[in-house]
Every structure is written in C-alpha cells, then in structure tokens.
C-alpha cells in the first residue's frame, strides 16, 4: 500500500506558500492552513491571534492532520514554519502514522515576498506587515534531514503563468451556451497543470453567473485549472492578469487547429 505524504512548507508571508497549496489540494492532499484554523476560531476576523488560544488551534490543526493520514489521505502543512521547533509536532505526528515527510522551502523571505504580502494587506497595516516579515526572516532555520524529514527542496519560486481564453479555446464557441471541449486545448491544460510551478489561469470575458458556469464546468469535466480572472502573485491594477503566455483562439500562436 502506498505510504502517505506530509509536506511542511516553510518560507516567510508572501512567498508562494499557498498557491503551491491550493494546487496540492486540487491534487488530492489535504491542506492544513494555521491562519483559516485561526480565521474560524476567531469568528471569521483576520489577524487576530489570541495566544490564551494556542492549545485549541493546535489541536484543531493535530485532529485534522491525525484524521486525514488515518483515512489515506496525504497532508500538506502551509504555514510559514520558520524554526525546527515549529515543525518538530508536524513531524512526530507524520512518522506516528508512518507517513514520508518531505520538506518545502522558500528560504527566509525577501524584497519579493514582503511586496507580494503587503500588495494584498487584507485589513492589516503596511507596518505591521513589514514587522511581521522581519521577524519571520531573524526566525529562519533552514530545514535538515536530521529533523527527520525523508527530503528537502526549495518551494517553487519561479512560477510560469499560462492564461487560457475560455469560449473558442478550452471548449468550442457557443456563447452563451458552453460548447464541448478543445480536447487539445484540456491536454495542454492538464500537461502544464501536473508542473507545480505552472499556474493555469483561465482569462475569460464572462463574468457574474455565465463565469460560474464555466467554473461549473470545468470541474465536471476535469478539466483543471488554477484561478479564473485572477493572478494571485501580481496586482495589475486593471481587468487584464499577468501571465507570461495568453492563448486565445483570436491569437495567432496557438496549440491546436481553429475549426
């Protein structure tokens, strides 16, 4: 049988944690986040953290990693985890139920990542941000084997964005209505999707309930993606995402023959 996964990330706010998350958990792992587990105790506020709580978020976090490596399922853990004695309870848990524990790691963070996190505060002032990175960066310990980890490797930083034109290009053009999928279009979705430094966004001008209809879709469909009109690592200022590819059927670059 195969052996569960316990992936713990570390690296400082801001540095690409959770979107490395979001893709593992599209993958089928279950995700372990410290702030939601807190967002929920705390009634739904951002930031705060009551540390006369501490006990009761830590074992929130130990009941869902213990209920999911008992039922099969492999975890990831996405907090910053900066120093081994944050990660040591992660990993005793792990080996307790025999899991391969591998490590993620961003580093101590940077300019990069302290921009990214202040560029999307949510509520929280820019220097209470700045503060928190700091202190995040003179807390790092880089991860080892000797803690137990069975591997380390750097989280991924250099992310490759690929937004994809929804009618005409991932299914045929029938708008309003959703025509049947591009099968090569969904074929290079899927090859660029498995890469977890590939983010797959779909760029769509639907919007309201046609672009929930797509989202509807394209999950019976399996057909994956990551995010829809939106990149998470990049504010632009405008409607139009950041991507280093756009395809779109109107393009003349594309993957596939336009019928």
Request: charged content about 25%.
């Given at each position: 049988m195969k052996r569960q996964e316990l992936i713990i990330l570390t690296g400082n706010t801001g540095s690409g944690k959770s979107l490395t998350a979001s893709k593992l958990a599209k993958k089928g792992y279950v995700v372990v986040n410290g702030d939601s587990i807190t967002l929920m105790?705390?009634?739904?506020?951002?930031?705060i953290y009551d540390k006369a709580k501490s006990e009761i978020y830590h074992a929130a976090e130990l009941a869902i990693i213990?209920?999911?490596?008992?039922?099969?399922?492999?975890?990831?853990?996405?907090r910053t985890n900066m120093k081994i004695s944050d990660r040591k309870r992660y990993i005793e848990t792990g080996k307790k139920y025999e899991a391969r524990i591998h490590s993620y790691d961003w580093g101590p963070g940077n300019e990069k990542s302290l921009t990214r996190?202040?560029?999307?505060?949510?509520?929280?002032?820019?220097?209470?941000?700045?503060?928190?990175?700091?202190?995040?960066?003179?807390?790092?310990?880089?991860?080892?084997l000797d803690?137990?980890?069975?591997?380390?490797?750097?989280?991924?930083?250099d992310y490759r964005f690929y937004a994809f034109d929804f009618d005409g290009t991932i299914v045929e053009n029938k708008f309003p209505e959703i025509g049947a999928p591009i099968e090569a279009t969904v074929?290079?979705?899927?090859?660029?999707?498995?890469?977890?430094?590939?983010?797959?966004?779909?760029?769509?001008c639907r919007s309201g309930d046609y672009v929930n209809q797509?989202?509807?879709?394209?999950?019976?469909?399996?057909?994956?993606?990551?995010?829809?009109?939106?990149?998470?690592l990049f504010e632009m200022g405008s409607r139009k995402i950041y991507?280093?590819?756009?395809?779109?059927?109107?393009?003349?670059?594309?993957w596939y023959e336009a019928k």
């Open positions: 105790v705390q009634g739904g506020e951002y930031g213990e209920t999911a490596l008992s039922g099969g399922f492999s975890v990831v853990i996405d996190r202040i560029s999307k505060p949510n509520g929280i002032p820019v220097n209470t941000w700045n503060n928190v990175h700091a202190f995040m960066m003179n807390s790092y310990e880089a991860p080892t803690e137990g980890f069975d591997s380390r490797v750097s989280g991924p930083r074929l290079k979705m899927r090859e660029l999707w498995q890469d977890l430094r590939k983010i797959v966004i779909v760029w769509t797509a989202k509807d879709f394209m999950l019976k469909n399996n057909i994956p993606f990551d995010f829809i009109n939106e990149n998470p991507a280093h590819e756009y395809i779109d059927d109107r393009n003349a670059s594309v």
